[in-house]
Nanobody, 124 residues
Framework: QVQLVQSGGGLVQAGGSLRLSCAAS????????MAWFRQAPGKERDFVAA????????HYSDSVKGRFTISEEKAKNTMYLQMNSLKPEDTAMYYC?????????????????WGQGTQVTVSS
């Protein structure tokens, strides 16, 4: 059984920074892709960023490119999302996800395992 446990998030003023963490446990994957999604109230779950084990390729949505950085620390089985220059429109519940395959996708249906979610609120 795979578990993804999230931490981080909270309330920050516009222009500030936060870091989210997602720790994986329960199984070792020979290849994988991990991603962050976010969901605001009444809206769909949107892709934010992804990282693939192959060459540590990363991909970002246009809305966060240049402000957010996705990374991983293999020794700790943990993925991070560093969020800088936060804007009120970044306010949402953030979820980490893992896909048991080498290629990342930007649609949530392609992911096999999910974290519990963590709230990020950016005040203006």
């Amino acid at each position: 059984q795979v578990q993804l446990v999230q931490s981080g998030g909270g309330l920050v003023q516009a222009g500030g920074s936060l870091r989210l963490s997602c720790a994986a446990s329960g199984r070792t994957f020979s290849r994988y892709a991990m991603a962050w999604f976010r969901q605001a109230p009444g809206k769909e779950r949107d892709f934010v960023a992804a990282i693939s084990w192959i060459g540590h390729n990363t991909h970002y949505s246009d809305s966060v490119k240049g402000r957010f950085t996705i990374s991983e620390e293999k020794a700790k089985n943990t993925m991070y999302l560093q969020m800088n220059s936060l804007k009120p429109e970044d306010t949402a519940m953030y979820y980490c996800a893992l896909r048991d395959d080498s290629y990342y996708y930007t649609t949530p249906d392609e992911y096999d395992f999910w974290g519990q979610g963590t709230q990020v609120t950016v005040s203006s």
